[in-house]
């Protein structure tokens, strides 16, 4: 018994600090928070579908412009606590919690216990992981279930396991791609993962044709999994569409003439009812799905023009996109720090923004070079980071768009502590001999 609650005493006091402080935060900074923007849009999907049973942002006019999952879980909670939303925040604050423990369990596993510890503690009090359990928005969810793939993939190519882990890994997979219309990238993560794992034998307890079983079974549950929800889009707007459109309105706003000389959007993006007003306009604000469509393909002809047209102004825009990636301080219109500045807490929050990433990001440098001899464990994480830079430099950057590296950038910067005890270890004990004070 004593020797069980040692090993979850570490699980008890992780989740209990992340679990406290999430809640703080929305029973303070967040106290007043009501939907507005994307939030306030997954808020009405949620209701109709409810209501009307309708997958739709407005009455019963089905939608294809967002993907499921996170609509889906709030009508759930909704559902069994009624429509408000501090139930669904005190859920992603659970979900936050989740991200904690994976932090833990990861770098336990890679470094012991004491510095897993220490990065999941940091990890509780981690401004830029706790602001997203405070809003409706899917940036927890992502988090989440990101952190979970790479932790289950880094188990998968250092362990021998059973089948249900793949099965699991498919489910993760699939959850990604319902959670957010890029999350269907994941599956490029795996496969690529994959590929590097059979070329280096990492999967040797295998042979090639049961790997290979394994991963067409990954490939065929995912399929499985989206199935309905493509056939149900495919029903809507009678085009093939996997989880969800929108790729038009991201590049359109990223790629117009407003994001060079706006104060406060360069090299960001802006709504292409701003920045492309005559071609928005002929789209109704209330738009069917096979509109939706049609109004996503004309909004990327336009930017392709528009990038044709302006090949001089790319590497700025590109050098702003990586730029605005690492702005420590996360600002969005509905973010509860940017709403209710004058909060309790809300501006010891927005300074630790503006502090402790800047700290997260020297060490996960440092990080970088520290796992170069042990690369082979972190790459799932190193492939989930190039996927996430690369998404950010082809549309636009900003903290919001780095929110899903975010634990991942806390690994790497425990591989750097981790290094730096690795290497005062023997000095220390070289001072303490010299003392006359060596155990």
Not at 402 to 419: D, K, N, T
């Amino acid at each position: 018994m004593k020797k069980r609650l040692h090993l979850l005493l570490p699980v008890i006091v992780v989740a209990s600090l992340a679990l406290a402080v999430r809640i703080t935060y929305n029973l303070t900074v967040a106290a007043a928070y009501i939907p507005l923007f994307d939030a306030h849009s997954y808020e009405q999907i949620a209701l109709h579908l409810l209501q009307e049973h309708c997958f739709c942002e407005h009455p019963f006019v089905p939608t294809v412009y967002r993907a499921p999952l996170w609509p889906a879980i709030i009508a759930c909670i909704y559902a069994v606590f009624g429509q408000q939303n501090l139930p669904v925040r005190l859920f992603l604050s659970l979900v936050g919690t989740g991200t904690c423990l994976l932090i833990f369990y990861f770098i336990r596993d890679l470094y012991g216990k004491r510095l897993g510890l220490l990065a999941a503690i940091f990890a509780a009090f981690y401004p830029e992981l706790y602001i997203y359990d405070g809003w409706l928005y899917s940036e927890s969810l992502t988090i989440f279930l990101l952190t979970a793939l790479c932790y289950l993939l880094y188990r998968l190519a250092t362990r021998q396991t059973t089948v249900l882990s793949w099965g699991l890994c498919a489910v993760l997979l699939a959850l990604l791609a319902l959670a957010r219309p890029n999350g269907l990238l994941a599956c490029g993560l795996f496969i690529c993962w994959l590929i590097v794992a059979l070329k280096r034998h990492w999967l040797s307890w295998w042979s090639r044709r049961q790997v290979l079983l394994r991963a067409l079974l990954v490939m065929g549950l995912v399929l499985f999994l989206l199935a309905p929800w493509a056939l149900r889009n495919y029903r809507v707007s009678r085009s093939f569409l996997p989880v969800a459109t929108g790729d038009g309105t991201v590049l359109l706003g990223a790629y117009n003439d407003r994001v060079l000389t706006m104060p406060g959007y360069v090299g960001s993006w802006i709504n292409p009812r701003l920045a492309a007003p005559g071609l928005a306009r002929r789209y109704p604000a209330i738009c069917s799905a096979r509109c939706e469509l049609q109004r996503e393909e004309a909004f990327k002809q336009a930017a392709w023009q528009w990038i044709e047209g302006h090949p001089s102004s790319i590497p700025f825009l590109l050098i702003m996109h990586l730029w605005n990636l690492w702005q420590p301080e996360t600002v969005e219109a509905d973010l509860p720090t940017i709403r209710f500045p004058a909060a309790p807490g809300a501006l010891a929050v927005i300074l630790m923004m503006r502090i402790l990433p800047l700290l997260i990001f020297a060490l996960a440098l440092l990080g970088l070079q520290a796992i170069r001899k042990r690369w082979h464990l972190w790459l799932p994480v190193l492939l989930a980071l190039a996927s996430t830079i690369g998404q950010a430099l082809i549309f636009y950057g900003s903290p919001r768009m780095r929110a899903p590296i975010e634990p991942l950038l806390i690994l790497l910067a425990s591989a750097a502590i981790a290094e730096w005890v690795e290497n005062w270890r023997p000095r220390r004990c070289w001072w303490r001999t010299l003392v006359g004070c060596a155990s």
